[in-house]
Structure formats: structure tokens, C-alpha cells
């Protein structure tokens, strides 16, 4: 394997979506590859100051740009930066257009906030405005998605419950066979982004 897949297969392993033999080929060249190391602990723990952030992040796009800049590494010098600006400028606008785009992102994904509701059968939940309930007593077969509201969970859901853009309260009789996953979208998708860029800046 050479290390550009490697670094691919990386980035799926982190959001776990790497099938059994790609997963070993991966652990191989780790193994075999002092830089992939490296880099793959770096990556690592990215995803691990993500998952560290707060859940709930207030919708203003402004606050969500300030913390997410603030995550950035941060430069003691910023006049390099002002300096690197005007001898590339091309670049400067690139990484202007980029910004604006996860803006423009933001706000379609603050905008959408519409109760969305997937799974098999869903005449075991009950809808009340944007709450999702399932009772006690009632069992849904298969995935649940619920996305833009809030769910509350008293009886089973046999596979993954998956939350976008909202909150879950799960009771103590609550019985969840599958993966329990809180997402929020936005700040997902621009980390998953950001760390597209970067690894490619790397790779360069
Ligand atoms: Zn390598």
C-alpha cells in the first residue's frame, strides 16, 4: 500500500466506515510506516478534540465561526500571515472563497430546521411537534434517524439511533441494540472538511 491510500483509508477508518480487510491492510502499513504513524496519531487526536467540543452549540453563525477559528492553530507573529497574504495572492483567495462557502453552509444547514424522521416502523413512535417519542413498551426494528428535533426513547429501538441537529433523552427502560450517535451537521461537515484541506495541503 502506499501512503497516499494510506492516508485515505484514514480518514474512513476515523469515521468508521472501513471494511475488516482494509482495516488490517491499514494496521500493516502503520506498522511498517513511522510517517503514516505519525500522522494517522494526529489525525486521531483531532477527531478527538472534536468529539470533545460541546454538543450544543448555539446557532449563531457567528459564535460558531469564532470557536471554530479559535480552534485553529494559532500563530504568535500574525504580520507573517499579512505578509504571506500579499505574496500569495491567489491562495488568499482561495482560502476567502472557502470561508464564505462554510458560511453560506452554515446558514443552509441553520435555515433547514425541519423535523425529519427515518426508520422502518414508524407507527411505533409517536410525533408531538418536533418531539419524537418511543414508548414504553414499543419496539422499532431497524435504524432511527431523527433529525432537527428532539427525541425522547422509553421502549426499544433494535439498531442505531442516530440524532442530527438535536437533542436525545434516553429513559432508564430504554433498550438501544445499535450505536447511539449525536451529530451536529454543520460543525461536522466543516471539520470534515478542514481536515481534507490540510491533509492535502500536506501531501503537497
Ligand atoms: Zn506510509
Not at 13 to 28: G, I, P, R, S
Not at 115 to 128: A, K, Y
Not at 155 to 166: A, M, P, S
Request: glycine letters at 4%; proline letters at 3%.
Amino acid at each position: 500500500m502506499d501512503c497516499k491510500l494510506a492516508v485515505s483509508l484514514m480518514h474512513d477508518y476515523l469515521d468508521d466506515d472501513l471494511a475488516k480487510e482494509q482495516n488490517m491492510m491499514l494496521k500493516a502499513h502503520l506498522q511498517s510506516c513511522a510517517d503514516c504513524h505519525m500522522r494517522f496519531k494526529e489525525l486521531e487526536q483531532t477527531e478527538m478534540a472534536l468529539y470533545s467540543l460541546p454538543r450544543h452549540i448555539p446557532t449563531a453563525s457567528k459564535e460558531l465561526t469564532e470557536r471554530i477559528l479559535n480552534t485553529l492553530p494559532k500563530h504568535k507573529e500574525p504580520q507573517i500571515w499579512v505578509k504571506w497574504m500579499k505574496r500569495h495572492p491567489a491562495a488568499t483567495a482561495a482560502a476567502l472563497f472557502l470561508v464564505v462557502m462554510l458560511l453560506s453552509v452554515i446558514n443552509v444547514f441553520n435555515q433547514d430546521s425541519q423535523l425529519v424522521v427515518q426508520g422502518n416502523n414508524l407507527d411505533q413512535i409517536v410525533i408531538e411537534g418536533n418531539t419524537v417519542i418511543v414508548p414504553e413498551g414499543n419496539v422499532v426494528s431497524g435504524d432511527l434517524t431523527i433529525e432537527n428535533g428532539k427525541a425522547e426513547i422509553f421502549g426499544d429501538v433494535e439498531g442505531n439511533l442516530t440524532v442530527i441537529d438535536g437533542s436525545l433523552y434516553t429513559a432508564s427502560t430504554a433498550q438501544i441494540s445499535g450505536q447511539v450517535k449525536s451529530v451536529d451537521q454543520a460543525l461536522d461537515w466543516i471539520w470534515f472538511k478542514l481536515s481534507n484541506v490540510f491533509s492535502e495541503i500536506a501531501y503537497r
